[in-house]
């Protein structure tokens, strides 16, 4: 159906399919993203089982959005169907620990320290490594922006600023960009879980005003190695400054 709409210009012609496709898109996402916080807090736990049917009461949603929530969640492996038996939750260890849903319903729950652990886990696994390819492989336009944005994440850290949206904008370009100048597809994939777990942590209000000492210049000192070519002391330094993080969040 089509609905003109008068403006001082004329008519604006609005699609009224397109405003229902858009009603119908948020419904499924409430629905997908209320049901995954649930499934990933353990409610209901690994071994439960559960129908479409019992979806669309919870929900009051039809019989179609039910059904595609489903089908995110089983492509995420936290739920599988089968017929006479309904919708049953996976054990935890098969989920798709690096999908971004997953990600951010445990940051949602009780599981929230858990993540956050385990992923700076694969930070510190990672990342040094990525800053020894860079080192050997980012452009010189690369190798010169990773320095500006360390030097102005120094900068504002020592402002007391580390706990501000411009320090966390920094923070996200820089390793987003670390781990793109790597060259290495598998690392890059990496950018997103990243991003989310530093986005929450500042969101969380857990980042503080001034950074824990080095690793500012753990940053520094990183950036400087990758712009020399030295991938032996990228690496080092790299790995200096996820350590020292580690060590806080794990405090946490």
Do not use: C
């Not at 190695?225 to 993080?245: K, N, P, Q, W």
Request: net charge negative.
């Amino acid at each position: 159906m089509i609905n003109r709409t008068a403006t001082p210009a004329g008519y604006r012609t609005i699609r009224r399919d397109d405003e229902e496709d858009a009603v119908v898109d948020n419904v499924h996402e409430t629905v997908l993203d209320s049901l995954g916080t649930r499934i990933a807090a353990g409610d209901p736990p690994p071994g439960s089982s559960f129908t479409l049917a019992d979806l669309e009461a919870d929900y009051e949603a039809s019989r179609t959005t039910a059904r595609e929530a489903v089908k995110v969640l089983e492509s995420i492996r936290m739920v599988s169907s089968r017929r006479r038996i309904g919708i049953t939750v996976r054990p935890r260890d098969e989920w798709d620990a690096l999908d971004e849903h997953l990600i951010r319903w445990n940051l949602a729950g009780p599981f929230r320290q858990h993540q956050f652990e385990a992923l700076l886990e694969l930070r510190v696994a990672v990342e040094p490594l990525a800053a020894r390819l860079t080192a050997l492989r980012a452009t010189d336009a690369q190798r010169a922006e990773l320095l500006r944005l360390a030097t102005r994440l120094h900068e504002l850290g020592s402002q007391g600023l580390g706990d501000t949206d411009p320090y966390l904008r920094v923070d996200l370009e820089y390793h987003r960009l670390l781990l793109t100048s790597s060259r290495n597809p598998q690392f890059t994939t990496l950018t997103g879980p990243v991003e989310l777990v530093l986005s929450w942590r500042a969101s969380l209000g857990l980042t503080p005003s001034v950074p824990v000492e080095g690793t500012l210049e753990d940053h520094l000192r990183t950036a400087r190695a990758i712009v020399d070519g030295d991938a032996d002391a990228a690496e080092r330094h790299a790995r200096s400054h996820l350590r020292t993080v580690w060590g806080e969040v794990a405090s946490g």
